[in-house]
């Protein structure tokens, strides 16, 4: 009998090491959570929808249609450049690179500088592996990940300075702003540099992306000059058609850009896309209302214009803001930004094309500022301890503010400065006649119709 269960124990014992060998062969990569890969590959993806075809079809469709090749092929041709930029550069210069030295742990930085940019380290994505880690997701999901985001952020800068500018400055211009402006600002705020020093919230982009992205806008349009006959010949959206189906894919596609930018399938990414739904629905109709009132009627143009402003002002709130914060921070941004994009356009006189400093610029300053207001407990909103510490509602709002200021500052210095040294190597501006017959025909030998 005593062998019996001798033997009965022997072979349960077999049997449940023959299961738990399985196991074992996953002990290395405990921390890899297939279900967050899973839904960063599918945001990365809306991520990349959102340049190609979404904000591609989105400004063509504004522009007259002797421009429409010209808009795509700049989105479409800095999709390219800048994707191959952050491989090789890019991501590494962001990123915040840790080494032990003399048994404390110190950042590094290309120019010493761990505050403003990061190191070589990873230049060409050197040591990446197929098991490389970033958090529960591979790296080169979250490199990939990242890699949109320096796509459509001087993609976006392309509406301020739309059917005027030549094509090879322009690629110049994106190449310079991106070492010089997106790198340092991204490791500024995300990479452990100085504005992440001082606890500024930015979910996913309200500052890195957004005002970047419109100050450098609002450089680009002032010093290319206005468009011939702007603002007394008449420069009507030739397809709204395309425009809204431009913004559809942008809103469909910009629940990859917040909801994915908590790198995880979990609550906080469930809930930065519910108050991304409300905000741009919120903003959509704030627009569409005020253009009611004061027009009459509401446009298309309006009311998709709204919808990509509320989306812009949630971006830096999206991980930490409750449902009732979302849909006022969208209500502001349709309210301020139909103003900034319309009245306070008409009495400075720049020609914003398209209205990236209206739209992004201004929708991202309020996003961010609100984001201290409403991400706050105090507020409802859900910033965990270890983001608030002591500070009150008033004290985060100011950070945000600081954050907004610096922001600002960098890049329209560096903007000016680039487009200057631009500008006296290659030219800047498409001539007269080039102008007049359109830059698609001009830059391009192509013709966006065939009619």
Not at 432 to 450: C, F, P, S, V
């Amino acid at each position: 009998m005593k062998q019996n269960s001798n033997k009965r124990l022997f072979a349960f014992l077999m049997v449940a090491g023959l299961l738990l060998l399985p196991l074992s062969g996953f002990a290395e990569d405990a921390k890899l959570n297939s279900g967050d890969t899973a839904w960063m590959i599918v945001a990365t993806a809306l991520v990349l929808l959102m340049t190609i075809p979404g904000l591609s079809l989105f400004y063509a469709g504004m522009v007259r249609s002797k421009n429409v090749l010209s808009v795509l092929m700049q989105c479409f041709a800095i999709t390219a450049v800048m994707s191959i930029l952050w491989y090789m550069f890019g991501y590494s210069l962001s990123i915040e690179t840790v080494k032990e030295v003399g048994g404390e742990k110190v950042s590094q930085s290309i120019i010493g500088l761990s505050s403003i940019i990061g190191s070589a380290d990873k230049f060409f994505l050197a040591g990446l592996k197929p098991d490389s880690l970033s958090g529960t997701i591979p790296e080169s999901v979250y490199i990939t990940f990242q890699m949109t985001f320096a796509i459509i952020t001087p993609a976006l800068i392309v509406g301020a300075f739309a059917e005027r500018m030549k094509f090879l400055p322009m690629l110049v211009f994106m190449i310079l702003w991106s070492f010089l402006v997106y790198y340092p600002i991204w490791h500024m705020v995300w990479g452990g540099g100085l504005i992440s020093s001082w606890g500024a919230w930015d979910f996913a982009g309200g500052t890195v992306v957004h005002v970047n992205a419109g100050i450098a806008g609002l450089v680009l349009a002032i010093m290319l000059g206005k468009r011939k006959g702007y603002p007394t010949t008449m420069m009507a959206p030739h397809n709204l058609s395309l425009t809204v189906v431009g913004a559809s894919l942008l809103w469909v596609g910009w629940f990859g850009f917040n909801a994915g930018s908590q790198l995880a399938a979990d609550g906080t990414a469930g809930m930065a896309m519910l108050v991304t739904q409300l905000a741009s629905a919120s903003a959509a109709f704030a627009w569409m209302a005020m253009e009611w009132i004061r027009h009459g009627k509401p446009s298309v143009l309006g009311i998709v214009t709204g919808a990509v402003a509320g989306l812009v002002a949630i971006t830096p709130a999206s991980g930490t803001v409750a449902p009732l914060g979302g849909l006022i921070i969208g209500l502001s941004a349709g309210v301020i930004c139909f103003i900034a994009s319309t009245s306070i356009k008409r009495m400075l006189g720049y020609d914003d094309s398209l209205d990236v400093f209206g739209v992004h610029a201004v929708g991202g300053i309020v996003g961010a500022i609100l984001t201290g207001v409403f991400g706050h407990p105090d507020m409802g909103g859900f910033a965990t301890k270890e983001m608030v510490g002591d500070k009150s509602v008033l004290a985060q709002t100011w950070i945000q503010t600081e954050s907004v200021l610096v922001t600002i500052a960098w890049c329209a210095v560096f903007s000016i400065a680039i487009f200057i040294v631009v500008k006296i190597i290659f030219g800047a501006r498409v001539s007269e006649d080039q102008e007049t017959e359109g830059l698609d025909i001009a830059l391009h030998d192509e013709k966006g119709y065939n009619l």
